[in-house]
């Protein structure tokens, strides 16, 4: 049987989502959490692997395991697998899925959301889900414009990190949108796939545009230069999640807000 679960997580205390020796990581969790219900070692495949400090509200894994007896609901797998996860990571749906299913290939889509507080002065209680780049206001029209550059099937070099092992550079940014609620900016990007770090040097270059360091014209000079020596520094890692991964209707996987749920709340006022 396969089973597809919907997780959100605070990233800020593990090293990323993949299982790592030694370290803390959001797999290593999930697996020991998911093992304790099935009565069985089970090993997860994920929709992305996350980074240190990312946080995530729409992550997708799933995972096969042999049924000996009544199967269980979905509701007693998202209910029993969170009594044994710890506070910051949470499964927010649970669904029995086709056996083609498939949490990383099967998605045509992801969306990312990096949150920016842009006040005056630094953010307190929510400052563990934040990026925090107080003081100077940021010219968020003027990065949304400066976006624009990005959609396409394009080489994204220029925001690669030296350290990714994608074969290809060329991703399919479908939209990027920047949006500001009060003192919050939300970049959101939705793509086929990225690149290791693609969104947080996005954002590093669309915060120089934002400060009026350079021109809204500046991204697309870097999409044609193709390379990352030339572009803004890597954004901060605490403001990024992975909020949406798409699927085809037909594995029925459950669509839920996007979130963070703070966020939620701030549009749904603007």
């Not at 996860?85 to 099967?106: C, G, K």
């Not at 045509?108 to 953010?123: E, F, K, L």
């Not at 086929?192 to 809204?216: C, D, Q, T």
């Amino acid at each position: 049987m396969r089973i597809a679960l919907g997780i959100e997580y605070d990233g800020s205390a593990y090293q990323g989502f993949q299982l790592q020796d030694d370290v803390r990581s959001i797999q290593g969790e999930l697996e020991s959490a998911i093992g304790r219900i099935a009565a069985q070692d089970v090993r997860i495949i994920c929709a992305g692997r996350t980074d240190a400090g990312v946080h995530a509200t729409g992550q997708v894994i799933h995972f096969d395991y042999e049924s000996s007896g009544k199967p269980r609901s979905t509701y007693a797998w998202s209910k029993g697998v969170n009594v044994f996860l710890p506070p910051d990571i949470a499964v927010r749906w649970a669904a029995e899925v086709a056996d083609d299913f498939h949490a990383r290939f099967s998605a045509y889509a992801r969306t990312y959301r990096y949150i920016i507080w842009n006040g005056r002065q630094r953010c307190g209680i929510l400052s563990g889900g934040l990026s925090d780049y107080s003081g100077k206001s940021l010219d968020s029209d003027l990065m949304h414009e400066a976006a624009q550059y990005l959609i396409g099937e394009r080489d994204f070099s220029s925001f690669r990190s030296s350290q990714c092992q994608s074969l290809s550079p060329f991703r399919n940014v479908h939209e990027v949108r920047v949006m500001r609620y009060g003192d919050f900016v939300v970049i959101e990007i939705t793509a086929n796939a990225f690149l290791h770090h693609m969104v947080r040097n996005i954002a590093g270059s669309l915060l120089e545009v934002g400060y009026g360091r350079r021109p809204a014209e500046w991204i697309g000079e870097l999409m044609d230069v193709c390379d990352r020596t030339k572009a803004g520094a890597t954004a901060k890692p605490g403001g990024l999640y992975l909020v949406n991964v798409l699927y085809p209707q037909r594995f029925g996987i459950p669509k839920t807000p996007s979130g963070p749920l703070w966020l939620d709340s701030v549009l749904s006022g603007r």
